[in-house]
């Protein structure tokens, strides 16, 4: 739609402006840094650091209803630079003009009911929000899409050049790395670290397919970040993983698009995901607190992170009840099926920290929850998921696990309605299918396959068949007629179809 055909109150809102005042604030210290330069840790005490706006108070100003209207009206919109994640720019990046937007057809990804067979099973009422639906078929494009607009307008403004993108990654945000640094070349260029054999095949071809270069390097993520912290904090480069607050600026969308899915109310409403490094929970959090004071929604939905029994620090840190006595511990990480979330030291923990506490006084209550789920289980429910018409990741089997183990604990009440991270597409994933179909899981993976949700393909070469076709072997006349026939019969057979009868 054509601004001029909005309604009068839209119009002066319709396309956001350049405003505000973004700065870095350590969450250890406090002290306040401006965004000229790239900054991931405080130069002065060392903690993470979040990004805020410091004329956040402006946002107020505006009625929730008239911000609902706001991002109603601009989905109408045919603005590139409006059409993913910035169509909420006040509340990500106020200060990036949209000449800098990159969009690369991220975020609002589909929420899909589960169907009935599914909400009896996980025991009420849920959905699916589909991340693996974004450009590089994971969440990870929420924050690359803000990291790499930013560094855009940086380049832009003349305040750096030739800039070299660098990450460490169980496999998601490396693809989704390079796939943004690749959009803007020649200005930006990527490089990835891998832990050699902890990422699938897929993965692997994401960043290779875009150009990037690629290290796989010894031992598991933890140990890539260690590295790539190093190379951050001597090198001239642009560190994109997520402690790099402008990724979890951009993760934020998710909240907003699920507050706007759901027409704004929260109300018993139940937000699933999984925690790896931590950088996606702690987005979620920020979005769903950021709309809350601004009126945006009418209540702070519930928030619960899993993790799996292999790889638990975060949830193993709230086991502790009493939190003055509790004390973050990483832990060494056991082969994951959720491999992307195989992490024992998540960067963005001081985040989590301080996020779930202000989260649960906001909220009056305690609404952020962690729970745990065996490796089993996420097999189970993603197959179980994929079986009636998702396109869950084990991930996704991760949250629904979740869910039902939420439920299990009563953290979850029967009125709510979940809404569940299936943070990337489950083609990346599908070595883990494969595993569990051909019941080839490693012991230490410590996964069975249920017989009824193994699948093969059948091979249909009825015996009495002399010739059959071969690629560049086309058969014709008769023996093309026979080998159809015969094939069919065969398939209604195994199918026991019965002949239409006239
Ligand atoms: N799961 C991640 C690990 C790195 O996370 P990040 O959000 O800090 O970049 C991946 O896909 O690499």
């Known amino acids: 739609m054509k601004t001029e055909n909005f309604p009068k109150e839209i119009r002066p809102y319709i396309i956001p402006k350049q405003k505000g005042q973004m700065v870095y604030r350590c969450l250890g210290c406090g002290l306040e840094y401006g965004i000229e330069k790239l900054l991931y840790t405080c130069p002065a005490c060392g903690q993470v650091l979040l990004i805020y706006d410091s004329h956040f108070d402006r946002l107020k100003d505006i009625p929730g209803t008239l911000w609902q209207q706001i991002f109603d009206y601009r989905k109408m919109l045919k603005i590139p630079a409006l059409k993913g994640i910035y169509l909420y720019h006040e509340f990500i990046g106020p200060v990036i003009p949209p000449e800098a937007v990159v969009w690369l057809g991220e975020g609002h990804t589909p929420v899909v009911e589960a169907n009935a067979f599914m909400q009896e099973k996980a025991g009420g009422k849920f959905y699916f929000k589909n991340d693996g639906q974004n450009p590089s078929a994971s969440f990870k494009d929420r924050g690359m899409a803000s990291a790499l607009s930013y560094i855009h307008f940086l380049v832009q403004s003349g305040l750096v050049s030739d800039v070299l993108a660098i990450c460490a990654s169980t496999g998601d945000t490396s693809a989704s790395a390079a796939l943004y640094a690749s959009y803007l070349k020649p200005h930006i260029k990527s490089a990835v670290l891998l832990p050699h054999k902890k990422v699938t095949p897929q993965q692997l071809s994401q960043p290779l397919g875009s150009g990037a270069s690629v290290f796989e390097i010894p031992g598991v993520f933890d140990d890539c970040m260690k590295v790539v912290e190093r190379l951050a904090e001597n090198y001239n480069v642009a560190l994109l993983n997520s402690k790099n607050a402008w990724r979890i600026l951009g993760q934020e969308s998710y909240s907003y698009e699920i507050a706007q899915d759901f027409e704004y109310d929260m109300e018993n409403k139940v937000i699933i995901v999984p925690i790896g490094n931590a950088g996606n929970i702690t987005a979620v959090m920020s979005g769903f607190l950021k709309f809350y004071e601004t009126g945006v929604i009418n209540a702070l939905p519930k928030i619960i992170g ?197």
């Open 306 to 502: 899993v993790q799996s029994e292999h790889a638990n620090p975060v949830y193993l840190y709230y086991q502790e009840t009493d939190a003055e006595k509790r004390k973050f511990v990483p832990v060494t990480v056991k082969p994951s099926v959720a491999q992307a979330a195989m992490i024992g030291n998540p960067v963005s923990m001081p985040r989590v920290i301080h996020l779930a506490d202000l989260y649960n006084q906001k909220s009056d209550r305690q609404n952020v929850f962690f729970v745990e789920v065996t490796e089993q289980a996420i097999m189970d429910w993603e197959l179980l998921a994929n079986h009636n018409g998702h396109i869950a990741c084990t991930h996704g089997g991760e949250s629904l696990a979740g869910l039902v183990e939420a439920r299990k604990q009563g953290i979850i009440d029967e009125k709510d309605v979940a809404i569940i991270d299936s943070t990337a597409h489950a083609l990346k994933f599908s070595g883990f299918q494969e595993m569990y179909f051909e019941n080839k899981f490693p012991a230490e993976f410590e996964v069975s396959p249920k017989p009824e949700l193994v699948n093969a393909p059948t091979l249909v070469r009825p015996d009495d068949l002399e010739k059959v076709p071969a690629p560049g072997k086309p058969l014709e006349g008769e023996d093309f007629e026979q080998f159809v026939r015969r094939t069919s019969e065969d398939i209604a057979n195994r199918l026991d179809l019965k002949a239409i009868s006239d």
